[in-house]
């Protein structure tokens, strides 16, 4: 039955960072394909399935119903994290929003700090800012990777809360655990954001620095 759900690269990547046996939250479900996805081949033996907008939510709630899977999911109108409850999961995907929203998801949930829990996290835009915020309090990245997907390269973080505060030069904040030099599509990402900040510089030249020691990088 999971072989008529299909996921993306990116969606798949997302997955992949899932542990085996661990209960999911999939914040920004929309069509609920990663739960049905997890839960029907036997990853996950129950999931939430999350949105901040009724409509996304209804496409859910359909999708589990077409593929019987009422009994493993719960579809759920949610800002954030702010209606799932500490003890439904152990690993959150919060994937396909901005990095400043990832960030402000994760700063507004107490047990974000609980370390057992793992956050798997795809920043569509400024995942510098969203790097910078995991470093700044206490998060640590346990793997970094990038996938590309309809045309475009994104890149899927896996984190959890450890206490300790990174210490980290600017640079750090658009790469972070990417091997540029040795993953073609960790350079492909890393090239983006080159050419991000070789834009920005045109405003303000300390771009033009970090961009310069990621071109080294590569």
């Known amino acids: 039955m999971q072989n008529k759900i299909s996921l993306d690269q990116r969606l798949r990547m997302c997955a992949g960072f899932v542990r ?9 479900t929309d069509h609920a394909y990663l739960p049905l996805w997890l839960c029907l081949n036997g990853t996950c033996p129950s999931a939430v399935a999350a949105d901040i907008n009724p409509e996304p939510l209804s496409r859910g709630r359909a999708a589990i119903k077409s593929f019987n899977a009422e009994h493993l999911i719960s579809a759920r ?3 954030g994290l702010e209606n799932i409850a500490e003890n439904e999961a152990d690993d959150f995907v919060i994937a396909g929003m901005g990095g400043e929203l990832i960030a402000t ?17 795809q920043p569509m835009t400024k995942s510098e800012v969203l790097i910078k915020y995991l470093f700044d309090n206490g998060f640590e990245i346990l793997k970094q990777d990038c996938c590309t997907a309809a045309g475009k390269c ?5 984190v959890c809360y450890s206490g300790k505060k990174h210490e980290y030069t600017q640079t750090e904040l658009y790469c972070a655990k ?4 040795v993953k073609s599509t960790h350079r492909l990402f890393t090239e983006k954001q080159i050419t991000k900040l070789e834009k920005q ?4 030249a300390r771009y033009a ?3 310069k020691k990621l ?4």
Do not use: W
């Open 20 to 28: 085996q046996n661990a209960r999911l939250a999939d914040i920004g």
């Open 77 to 79: 109108l949610s800002n």
């Open 105 to 121: 998801i994760l700063d507004s949930c107490t047990y974000a700090k609980n370390s057992e829990k793992h956050f798997i996290l």
């Open 154 to 158: 994104y890149t899927v973080l896996l």
């Open 178 to 181: 990417l091997q540029p030099s």
């Open 201 to 204: 510089a045109k405003g303000d």
């Open 209 to 211: 620095e970090i961009a």
């Open 215 to 218: 071109r080294e990088m590569l």
